[in-house]
């Protein structure tokens, strides 16, 4: 048992300070906020008490953003300002968007960009900063009933998301201005909010049937730890099919020849989704549609005349499950529980079907729209450091397969899908021409063979590699995945030790740049807040700094440091003291890069200590 | 003391486990969890940037050396570069005439399930045999590792990598035939 008192992470909290953290589900249809309190994760609520907050933003003339019910109750008479679904838009390249212009009323910007825009009447958009705007609304509305700054959130993704959409979800957090602790994969947030209320143990099926992603996750839980076995899904497959496969069929019904009336095709889609929620209670329903001509039509729809319709769907869902398994080494009667997720579960034949395909009945017990935001508030509040005993750790894996573009337009996989990561593998390259000092590397991510086939990531161009004959340079390319998912890259050329210049040029995302300069005229309006703001968050950070590296000191810095190390490290510190009391930023900043760098050896040896004391703390388990 | 976060122990030495191709999976499984319990960027999630980053390297490593070990086919090329044994996947063949025919053989059946009257009966039975000879391969090659034939370890390495691959088309062409069935 000693291993738990020492698994605390180290000179991160004062124990008694609780910090306001929340998880945030940014989902297609609807985004949700949670936050813990008292020890018990609920959603918030808006004035009206209500939980949802429809991902729909209305972009006005005046260049005002109104974003949930009202927005989407204008959705058919403004379609072509009101932006619904955008999450569909994530990460996607104005190749990717083209398929799904047809069923998006919007104008596409047509310009040279990779990151395609719609234009509003308030401007032109991105999919990153229609999201920030939603995001903006759940954290002014979690700020509001907490009473207080937001220290982090966590926010989910599907698990199917690339490394482009995960990106993109990052920056759109960064623009709403949240800092996130963790992207967090839907269903693994789900399988949170149900294990820690059950204390699970087995292997674990998510079923995640959202408004547009589709997500199926095997999941292994043991002693706390959730370990990603496999993922699968589709990222472009969910509900709104459902309204899309019910809302053909009633075109087909009423004849309808002319389907270029945006307003008339969102009624007629609007009513499809009114008739299958009905179907969930029900089986047989009717829904009336307001034609053109303005003529009123009722159709009647029966729960089989549905169900018929979504099984194709409902079929690809099935055959992603059994991907899903084969791919964790697991077969249909070693899952121990499934768990539904997504308001598309609520679907009588969707939860049939996987009671038949898993043979057992699934989880319904939390509600399937809150279950992930809820799962995402248990793992905020811990990543906030407000439960230091806390054991949960969450072992997530890569959706899908890293690799290069080799010779022929083939890829070679560098990092296979459903790795653990973190993950950093190095792959070595050579020139193949005398003198050579550039060389590109083209990085996808998908499972196909052929490199078109997969997504491309980025182009990195390698520089200044010092001029050889060829063959002779050793260019060892290091992909580093972090937890959230996301690629970096480091290059060297291991002969002469030069580090190779990376510039990153991703293909469906902005520079960092870009997202700066938005982030600059997002914020022109409120320059002077911005400086307030600025300065109280460095003094908050130098806050931090101090009370953490007292902590490890007080902890354990005579042992672990020689006199001259504790002394360097505490006049570091006294030096951050006295400048957090000035009103500078910069100061500070540097005051406590230099704290950091006095005990950058300390926290490797503390970092050591700990991982000893666990590796110790189960020799001693093992033995009794 | 030793430093645990040392990158230049083996990946036997980080889990505290002896340097041979039969592994205690179960403990291995348990150390890896704790040391992930306390190296995994969550635990630094309001930590600082060197805690961050020390913490992403070091759980990097801790999961490479868990994949790397976990796998018998990836375990016995680690072994045998431990033990200064090239060993380059790309261009070594295995120079076994039998088995090479044998290789040959098994892609032919491969490439012809389409047409049985059960595909998928027919891949799964092919799947068996596999399972089975990589089984045997893997007796084989700690027998040649323990008595220090490291030649042999490898040549039984490669045919081991030449299952491995034959195991990922056979998985391809499953979810090929599985999407024609549905």
Known sequence: ?624 | MPIDLDFSRSYFELFGLPESYLVDTAVMADRYRSMQAALHPDRFASGSEQERRLSVQGASWVNEAYETLKDPLRRARYLLQLKGVDFDADKDTASDPEFLMQQIELREQLEQIDSESDPLSALDRVSADIRGWNNELRNQFEAAYNQNELDTARQIALKMQFFNRLFDELRRKEEQLEETLM
């Open chain 1, 1 to 624: 048992m000693a291993l738990l008192q020492i698994s605390e992470p180290g000179m991160s909290t004062k124990p008694h300070e609780h910090r306001l953290a929340a998880g945030i589900d940014l989902g297609t249809t609807n985004s949700l906020v949670a936050t813990v309190r008292s020890g018990t994760p609920s959603t918030l609520e808006d004035a009206e008490g209500r939980y949802l907050l429809p991902s729909v933003v209305r972009y006005l003339s005046s260049g005002e953003a109104i974003v949930g019910y009202t927005a989407r109750q204008a959705a058919s008479e403004d379609p072509y300002n009101t932006i619904a679904s955008i999450k569909r838009l994530m990460g996607r390249g104005r190749e990717d968007v083209k398929p799904l212009a047809g069923r998006m009323p919007y104008h596409f910007v047509d310009e040279d960009t990779t990151v395609p825009r719609i234009h509003t009447a308030a401007g032109d958009f991105t999919a990153m900063q229609v999201s920030a705007d939603i995001l903006k609304i759940l954290k002014q509305r979690a700020e509001d009933s907490l009473g207080g700054d937001l220290t982090g959130v966590v926010i989910t993704v599907p698990a199917y998301f690339d490394d482009a959409q995960r990106q993109a979800t990052k920056d759109a957090a960064t623009l709403a201005g949240l800092n996130v602790f963790r992207l967090l994969n839907e269903p693994t947030a789900a399988a949170v909010a149900y294990g820690l209320d059950k204390g699970a143990k087995g292997i674990i099926a998510v079923y995640d049937l959202g408004g547009g992603t589709f997500d199926i996750s095997i999941l292994r839980l043991n002693k706390g730890v959730f370990e990603v076995l496999s993922t699968g899904g589709d990222s472009a497959l969910g509900g709104d099919d459902f309204d899309h496969a019910l809302a053909e069929w009633m075109i087909q019904q009423l004849g309808i020849t002319d389907t270029s009336d945006p307003r008339l095709m969102r009624r007629i889609l609007n009513a499809a989704h009114e008739g299958k929620l009905a179907l969930t209670d029900t089986m047989e329903t009717q829904v009336s549609v307001e034609l053109s001509d303005g003529e009123s039509r009722v159709l009647s729809i029966s729960r089989d005349q549905m169900n018929e319709l979504i099984e194709p769907l409902i079929n690809k869902t099935v055959m992603a499950c059994r991907r899903a398994l084969r791919d964790a080494d697991v077969a249909a009667e070693d899952v121990l529980d499934v768990v539904m997720v997504g308001g598309s579960t609520r679907v009588p034949r969707v939860r049939e079907r996987m009671s038949e395909f898993f043979g057992r009945p699934a989880l319904v017990d939390i509600d399937p729209d809150q279950v992930v935001a809820i799962g995402a508030a248990i793992q905020a509040d811990i990543l906030a450091g407000n439960k230091p005993d806390e054991e949960m750790l969450l072992l997530d894996v890569i959706p899908l397969s890293l690799g290069i573009e080799t010779m022929g337009g083939l890829t070679e996989k560098i990092i296979p899908r459903n790795t653990t990561i973190p993950v950093a593998r190095a792959q070595e390259f050579t020139t193949f021409k005398d003198g050579q000092t550039a060389m590109s590397i083209h990085v996808v991510q998908g499972e196909r063979e052929v490199v078109d086939e997969c997504r491309s990531l980025a182009r990195f161009a390698l520089r200044d590699i010092p001029p050889m004959v060829a063959g002779a340079a050793r260019i060892r390319v290091t992909f580093q995945v972090d937890a959230d998912g996301l690629l970096n890259v480091e290059a060297r050329e291991e002969t002469s030790g030069v580090s190779a210049k990376v510039e990153v040029k991703p293909s469906y995302g902005l520079t960092d740049s870009e997202i700066e300069h938005m982030l600059r005229d997002s914020m022109a309006h409120a320059r002077d807040d911005m400086q307030a703001r600025a300065l109280r968050e460095q003094q908050v950070e130098a806050d931090r700094v101090i009370e953490a590296i007292n902590a490890a000191l007080q902890a354990d810095g005579e042992e672990l440091l020689s006199e001259d190390e504790f002394a360097r490290i505490e006049s570091a510190r006294d030096t951050l003291i006295e400048r957090r009391n000035g009103g500078e930023i910069e100061p500070i900043k540097a005051a406590i890069k230099a704290v950091e760098v006095a005990s950058e050896e300390y926290v490797a040896r503390r970092m050591n200590k700990s991982v000893q004391s666990m590796m110790a703390g189960h020799k001693v388990e093992e033995f009794e």
